[in-house]
């Protein structure tokens, strides 16, 4: 695969000069306030504490009983909540907007609505109704952040919030046994999509067969509208034992809103380097898109379910599914990133990316394929971070005219706390790895409070 890139690289011609050097020493936090830096110094450092992260909903519940909802709503608001989401209202999310685009960044809008796998919150197709609601109203707003149509806009999709895990499930058990394709291909699926007709699987009962039309239908309308308002879709990986479902659910859309004649991809999927098969799904699925002539598009990530797939694979006696360590996932993203860079350069416009990481490393590597590929800066491939996370990288790629997205949660305290807590939950490794972004940030506000010519502390 390196070999296939250097190849490339070396067809294109050397490059007129070097790659310019991406500097991730902080200099852009000089682009932010005081106050906006003492606040994600303060709350990443908090954050960086585990037991804050593993008794979050305890610690939320508890700080309401003792200051009261009006007293803790204002911590939160002053704190965590103004670290990682927009705001409440769509006017509190422009605003939030606005200030990432003076800084370079655009906005990837994220809607806390989920179902967890082992929930026992109440569902039922009321629910799921309710969600795509939701959905559709987030499209709108994904579009009229961005207005008028000079960049492309994007919004997270989480395929359980219309649809029930239990459901994901049991399609995954079905999609993992030999035979089962022809039932469950894309292709059927996508039919039943745009035709509305009953779909009868005979894995599934019939109240599980009408839950899946329900499901397919809701998707489709999701899409449909995104297509309308020029909204690009990333469905979130989950867990294991839901993914091929959702890789069943999105190839079918795909079949549908990635076809050449649509000007897409609209539909993109994620990839998490931590799974060891995800180089071979990754290479499977771009060759099976250039094959059938539809726009591929990809976010790929390292992976946020670490520790729950390995107790789960402990709990059940299964193979564990991820990388034995840190190094083998960055070595998996790495061979990822240089696989999808590589087609992108062969089967642009038509294969798309986003190279969403914290990892600087991670980071150097694909602008530097980027150059050596003759890759454009505002192109086919662009980064993503989390809002109120890695702004010395975010910030960095942003001046140097590269296209870098932000996922901005949104909604009330109620909505959005318990969202952020299983994320930080999931994201233990990142939040505890930032200190050398808690280390910058310190340092550019010693700069700013010492008088000239002492130093800052290192």
């Known amino acids: 695969m390196l070999q296939t890139c250097r190849a490339l690289c070396s067809q ?5 000069r070097s790659c310019p050097p991406l500097k991730f020493d902080g200099g852009a936090f000089q682009l932010k306030h005081t106050k906006e830096l003492t606040r994600a110094l303060l709350v990443l450092r908090l954050c960086a504490w585990p037991p804050l992260v593993t008794h979050g909903l305890a610690l939320q519940a508890w700080s309401q009983r003792l200051l009261g909802s009006r007293l803790s709503g204002a ?13 409440e209202t769509a006017e509190e999310v422009r605003d939030c907007v606005q200030q990432l685009r003076t800084l370079g960044l655009r906005p990837l809008l994220a809607v ?3 179902e967890e796998p082992d929930s026992t919150a109440k569902t039922g197709e009321a629910c799921y109704e309710g969600n795509l609601g939701v959905m559709l109203r987030g499209v709108d707003l994904s579009r009229s952040l961005l207005e008028p149509l000079s960049q492309p806009s994007f919004m997270q999709l989480k395929v359980t919030a219309l649809t029930s895990t239990r459901l994901c499930k049991e399609l995954t058990s079905w999609v993992r046994r030999p035979g ?8 059927r699926l996508a039919e039943a999509m745009d035709s509305g007709q009953s779909l009868q699987v005979s894995c599934l009962n019939a109240e599980q067969n009408q839950h899946l039309q329900a499901s397919l239908s809701r998707l489709h309308r999701v899409a449909q509208h995104a297509r309308a308002r020029h909204v690009r879709l990333l469905v979130d990986a989950e867990y294991t034992s839901l993914n091929p479902a959702l890789s069943l659910l999105v190839a079918a859309l795909a079949m549908r809103w990635n076809s050449p004649g649509e000007g897409g991809p609209w539909v993109w999927n994620t990839y998490q380097a931590y ?12 060759e099976a898109a250039h094959r059938a002539g539809l726009a591929f598009g990809v976010k790929l990530v390292r992976g946020a379910y670490l520790d729950k797939e ?18 083998a996932t960055s070595r998996s993203y790495s061979r990822c990133l240089e696989l999808m860079l590589t087609h992108v350069a062969r089967h642009s416009p038509m294969c798309h990316l986003m190279v969403a990481s914290h990892n600087e490393e991670s980071v150097r590597q694909a602008t530097k394929c980027m150059w050596e590929l003759g890759i454009p800066l505002d192109g086919p491939v662009c980064f993503g971070q989390l809002l109120g996370m890695c702004d010395h990288v975010s910030l960095a790629l942003g001046q140097a005219g590269y ?5 901005i949660p949104y909604g009330s305290l109620e909505e959005v706390i318990p969202y952020l807590i299983r994320r930080a939950q999931e994201n233990r490794s990142v939040l505890q790895g930032a200190r050398r ?6 340092q550019e506000l010693w700069r700013r409070l010492l008088p000239r010519g002492r130093r800052a502390p290192h």
Do not use: C, H, I
């Open 437 to 442: 972004e808690q280390k910058l940030l310190a």
């Open 310 to 327: 390995r107790a789960v694979a402990r709990l059940q006696g299964t193979e564990d599914p991820t990388q034995p360590d840190y190094e």
């Open 275 to 286: 799974l060891k098969d995800t180089l071979e799904r990754l290479e499977r699925d771009t």
């Open 12 to 16: 294109a011609g050397p490059p007129s």
């Open 403 to 407: 296209a870098v997205y932000k996922s």
């Open 112 to 114: 806390p609505t989920e």
């Open 180 to 187: 089962a394709s022809l039932e469950l291909s894309p292709e």
């Open 75 to 87: 911590f939160l608001r002053a704190s965590f909540y103004g670290q990682f989401v927009a705001g």
